[in-house]
């Protein structure tokens, strides 16, 4: 199965990670996520996302580089991961934290936890 990113009608942008991964399968969905992001900028909405890692088969120091890459470049609001197994998490944890991004960027153990943050307003 192939990754895949789709804008979810309940206001965020929905990436699955599924199989072996490769720096190269990473940055493809970074123009697709950087164009939903822009589009809902211009509407006016929230750039909201959610990551799936259930079925990532694997990490690698290119995969980790790629993520890295994608989170320095994405005008994101609020990002939601979940679903990796204990190493995975850790190593997600390690990247949000060298980006500096943990104020917008949480990881999660499901995916109802993580769309729960993600759709609080965070003005009240």
Known sequence: MANRIT??????IEVTIEGEQSYMAFLNLKADAADMIKQLQNEGKRRLGLLDITKQENYTPDTNRAAM???ESLNYEKL???GG???LTEVAKAI???MGKAGNTKIFSTRE???EWLLQDDDK
């Open 7 to 12: 804008y979810n009608p309940e206001g965020y």
């Open 113 to 115: 936890s993580a769309v």
């Open 69 to 71: 890459e994608i989170l």
């Open 80 to 82: 939601a991961i979940f």
């Open 85 to 87: 197994g204990k190493f």
């Open 96 to 98: 949000v934290l060298a």
